[in-house]
Nanobody, 122 residues
Framework: QVQLVESGGGLVQAGGSLRLSCAASGRMFSINAMGWHRQAPGKQRELVSAITSGGRTTNADSVKGRFTISRDNAKNTVYLQMNNVKPEDTAVYYC????????????????WGQGTQVTVSS
């Protein structure tokens, strides 16, 4: 099992910045990818950003140029730096851990955190 604990959510004004953190623990040998998803009220959960243990990153079009995902492998921690946030970024953000297959360019997330609320005021 893998445990994920998120932190850093909160209320921020549009145009501002916020950094989310996710600390992972447990059987990390089975994990080679971590990511952030979000779910806004009435909408499906969507992938925001993901990163492999080798540093390959994937970002949703809606956050490109504004959000940056990074990881500290020694600390088993992944970060999401959110800049120039917009009201439409308001959602519960979930950290996830799983695997990435380079052959199929596919992420599979098996473990999820409890989520942290991000609210952007206009």
């Amino acid at each position: 099992q893998v445990q994920l604990v998120e932190s850093g959510g909160g209320l921020v004004q549009a145009g501002g910045s916020l950094r989310l953190s996710c600390a992972a623990s447990g059987r990390m040998f089975s994990i080679n990818a971590m990511g952030w998803h979000r779910q806004a009220p009435g909408k499906q959960r969507e992938l925001v950003s993901a990163i492999t243990s080798g540093g390959r990153t994937t970002n949703a079009d809606s956050v490109k140029g504004r959000f940056t995902i990074s990881r500290d492998n020694a600390k088993n921690t992944v970060y999401l730096q959110m800049n120039n946030v917009k009201p439409e970024d308001t959602a519960v953000y979930y950290c996830a851990a799983g695997t990435y297959s380079s052959g199929s360019n596919y992420y599979s997330f098996r473990y999820w955190g409890q989520g942290t609320q991000v609210t952007v005021s206009s």
